[in-house]
């Protein structure tokens, strides 16, 4: 996947795919725990003043099962058509949700203050200095929605995120 996209001179130092994440299973988890507290409120028997409040919580909570469930097979579906490459030249990021899009970052870029390279638990993350953007729900959790005009990537579940920050870094300093 991340062949058809490499420059002239270009070569492939690592590629890669999102692994088994801790987020679905946090994500699942939730969903579990606002499912039960929905089907509790509905079995509960309450007294008539309280029941309408509860069918109304219990329909509110049902809804937003259902909003957990769409963004949890909206984040799976991205994480599972994601794949990354680390190359001399560039941090490749081919992904999307129904037909598959390139994003890179040049690594001369790192040089510069506007990025810079963090190893966050099994995440490599490509942030401003000051980072106060990130994924939001029901988009691309690897890519900014183009809409923000953010500049940040995250390289999500590696299996061995500081083999690739090391590629990276290495990379980034031989083109100084």
């Not at 987020?23 to 008539?48: H, Y």
């Not at 949890?72 to 999307?96: D, E, K, M, P």
């Amino acid at each position: 996947m991340i062949n058809p996209h490499l420059l002239v001179g270009e070569t492939i130092l690592w590629c890669g795919r999102p692994h088994d994440t801790s987020a679905l299973r946090w994500r699942a988890a939730a969903i579990v725990l606002v499912g039960i507290a929905a089907l509790v409120m509905r079995s509960v028997p309450l007294d008539p003043t309280l029941a309408a409040r509860a069918d109304t919580n219990s329909i509110l909570l049902a809804v937003l099962v259902g909003v957990l469930i769409a963004e949890a097979i909206i984040f799976h579906t991205y994480l599972s058509n994601t794949f990354y490459g680390v190359t001399n030249q560039r941090v490749i990021i081919v992904s999307g949700f129904r037909e598959l899009e390139m994003s890179a970052v040049m690594l001369d870029i790192l040089n510069t203050p506007r990025l810079i390279v963090k190893c966050i638990n099994r995440t490599v993350a490509l942030i401003p200095p000051v980072d106060r953007s990130g994924p939001l729900p029901f988009t691309n959790p690897s890519v900014p929605p183009e809409w923000t005009g953010s500049d940040w990537y995250r390289l999500l579940a590696l299996e061995d995120p500081r083999l690739v920050y090391d590629l990276i870094v290495e990379s980034t300093n031989k083109l100084k």
